[in-house]
């Protein structure tokens, strides 16, 4: 069975940092892409950003790049985004995500991804 759990949300004052994790089992970790996708009350969904375990290819929203970094300890099954400069409107539940085809679908809301975690909550107050 697929798991992902994320952790490492919480509040941060603007200007602050935060890291996120998202442990995975029940798969075969190198042979997928995982993704961090956000929901914000009332706004649409966005994949903020992603990689392919595979290769290591990373991908980032136009909204978050230069100021997120994804990454990966293989070792552990697990992902990191490391978020800095954080604002108020990156607050939304941060949801760590798994594609099996082991590629992150680019030009849509969610990276392609086919397995969810539950989320984890990051509120940035001004």
């Known amino acids: 069975e697929v798991q992902l759990v994320e952790s490492g949300g919480g509040l941060v004052q603007a200007g602050g940092s935060l890291r996120l994790s998202c442990a995975a089992s029940g798969f075969t970790f190198d042979d997928y892409a995982i993704g961090w996708i956000r929901q914000a009350p009332g706004k649409a969904r966005e994949g903020v950003s992603c990689?392919?375990?595979?290769?290591?290819?990373?991908y980032y929203s136009d909204s978050v790049r230069g100021r997120f970094t994804i990454s990966s300890d293989n070792a552990k099954n697990t992902v990191y985004l490391r978020m800095n400069s954080l604002q108020p409107e990156d607050t939304a539940v941060y949801y760590c995500?798994?594609?099996?085809?082991?590629?992150?679908?680019?030009?849509?809301?969610?990276?392609?991804?086919?397995?969810w975690g539950k989320g984890t909550l990051v509120t940035v107050s001004s």
């Open positions: 990689v392919s375990i595979k290769d290591g290819t990373t």
């Open positions: 995500a798994a594609a099996g085809v082991g590629s992150c679908e680019e030009g849509t809301d969610d990276y392609g991804m086919n397995y």
